[in-house]
């Protein structure tokens, strides 16, 4: 992204990123996650049959039930029989990565395939989640040359994907999603912003850098795009700029929010929807599993400190999803 481009879409970011070509089938575009439409087409590697898929995310004590537009992921790639098994588990609750393990070597299997279901790069899926997983100290840290294999102790081989928030055609997802919302709304795509919230840290930049590689991605994107937004702008829970600032932090009357979280949990279900007048309204609008074309993925309008609010929930909840998650596996195989 140039300077100019910077400035235009007021990312201040410093450093430079291009927009990769589309990677997946646009089959999976307009199929819903629940459609069994999907595995009817979709040819797996063989050698899955003889592996089990964890899916790894992070949980949460407090809000254990963001976990079910996972659990119902979980059970539409399950019901597939593309691999010998497909287990979720989590680091904050159960079921724990520790537990799956078990389980596969429980079933005699050899082989695993680890996608780990964050919207990033961090210290989890670089060093925590490896380690966890028996990955040798020389895989530990590393960022890029996915997927990464090892062979662990016990004689189990690893096969440790990107996470899901890397994929390069999430952008794309999320910058169509914020047009729908203009198209529907009927809104002023220049006096309309998108707001990009990541977590960040006061211990690593890896995770507010996953953040800007997205929000750049975004704004390259919206710059070839007609009718798209001309305010692009990204916040943070715990690093500058906070997402508490945003009234100070943006331009345009209208304010897309887009967590950058695969769910809600406390953060994306309570935290933000506070900041921005929500107060416990997702908590009383629940969606129990993915989007199935009957229900928005997005709440609002909303009017708060004189702006107008449309809030989109996690990512886990979008229907590309599952299409973008079987891209990953299958690169990881060839």
Same mark, same amino acid.
């Given at each position: 992204?140039?300077?100019?481009?910077?400035e235009?879409?007021?990312?201040g970011?410093d450093?430079?990123?291009?927009?990769p070509?589309?990677?997946?089938?646009?089959?999976?575009?307009?199929?819903?996650v629940?459609?069994?439409?999907?595995?009817?087409?979709?040819?797996?590697p063989?050698?899955?049959?003889?592996?089990?898929?964890?899916?790894i995310?992070?949980?949460?004590?407090k809000?254990?039930?963001?976990?079910?537009?996972?659990?119902?992921?979980?059970?539409?790639?399950?019901?597939?029989?593309w691999?010998?098994?497909?287990?979720?588990?989590?680091w904050k609750?159960?079921?724990?990565?520790?537990d799956s393990?078990r389980?596969?070597?429980?079933q005699?299997?050899?082989?695993?395939?680890?996608?780990?279901?964050?919207?990033?790069?961090g210290v989890?899926?670089?060093?925590i989640?490896?380690?966890t997983?028996?990955?040798?100290?020389?895989?530990?840290?590393q960022?890029?040359?996915?997927?990464?294999?090892?062979? &662990?102790?016990? @004689? =189990?081989?690893?096969?440790?994907?990107?996470?899901?928030?890397?994929h %390069?055609?999430?952008?794309?997802?999320? *910058?169509?999603r914020?047009q729908?919302?203009?198209?529907?709304?009927?809104?002023d795509?220049?006096?309309?912003?998108?707001l990009?919230?990541g977590?960040g840290?006061?211990?690593?930049?890896?995770s507010?850098q996953?953040a800007?590689?997205?929000?750049?991605?975004?704004?390259?994107?919206?710059m070839?795009t007609?009718?798209?937004p001309?305010?692009?702008?990204l916040a943070f829970?715990?690093?500058?700029?906070?997402?508490?600032?945003?009234?100070?932090?943006t331009?345009?009357?209208?304010?897309?929010?887009?967590?950058l979280?695969?769910?809600?949990?406390?953060?994306?279900?309570?935290?933000?929807? &506070?900041?921005? @007048? =929500?107060?416990?309204?997702?908590?009383e609008?629940?969606?129990?599993? %993915?989007?199935?074309?009957?229900?928005? *993925?997005v709440?609002g309008?909303i009017?708060?400190?004189?702006?107008?609010?449309w809030y989109?929930r996690?990512?886990?909840?979008?229907?590309?999803i599952?299409g973008l998650?079987?891209?990953q596996?299958k690169?990881a195989?060839?």
């Open positions: 992204m140039t300077q100019e481009t910077s235009r879409f007021g990312m970011l450093h430079h990123s291009t927009i070509k589309p990677l997946y089938d646009p089959r999976y575009k307009q199929t819903d629940n459609s069994e439409e999907q595995g009817a087409f979709f040819s797996c063989p050698e899955w049959s003889h592996a089990g898929l964890m899916l995310a992070h949980g949460s004590h809000m254990p039930q963001a976990r079910r537009p996972l659990d119902q992921l979980t059970r539409e790639i399950a019901k597939q029989h691999f010998a098994t497909t287990q979720i588990s989590f609750q159960p079921p724990f990565i520790e393990l389980h596969l070597q429980e005699g299997l050899r082989h695993a395939y680890v996608l780990p279901l964050f919207s990033g790069d989890f899926t670089a060093e989640l490896p380690k997983l028996g990955a040798p100290e020389d895989f530990l840290g960022e890029s040359g996915f997927p990464h294999i090892w062979t &662990r102790r016990d @004689g =189990m081989e690893i096969r440790y994907l990107a996470p899901l928030g890397k %390069p055609k999430l952008p794309e997802l999320l *910058l169509s914020a729908n919302i203009i198209e529907k709304a009927s809104l795509p220049h006096d309309t912003a998108i990009l919230i977590h840290s006061q211990r690593s930049r890896r507010s996953s800007e590689r997205m929000a750049h991605n975004i704004a390259s994107l919206a070839e007609p009718d798209a001309t305010e692009i702008k829970l715990e690093e500058a700029p906070y997402v508490s600032d945003w009234p100070q932090n331009i345009a009357s209208n304010i897309l929010v887009f967590p979280l695969i769910v809600e949990g406390q953060h994306g279900g309570k935290q933000i929807p &506070r900041l921005f @007048g =929500m107060g416990n309204l997702l908590s609008q629940p969606l129990e599993q %993915p989007d199935h074309g009957h229900r928005s *993925l709440v309008p009017s708060h400190k004189g702006r107008r609010i989109q996690g990512i886990a909840y979008q229907r590309e599952m998650l079987l891209q596996l690169e195989s060839s």
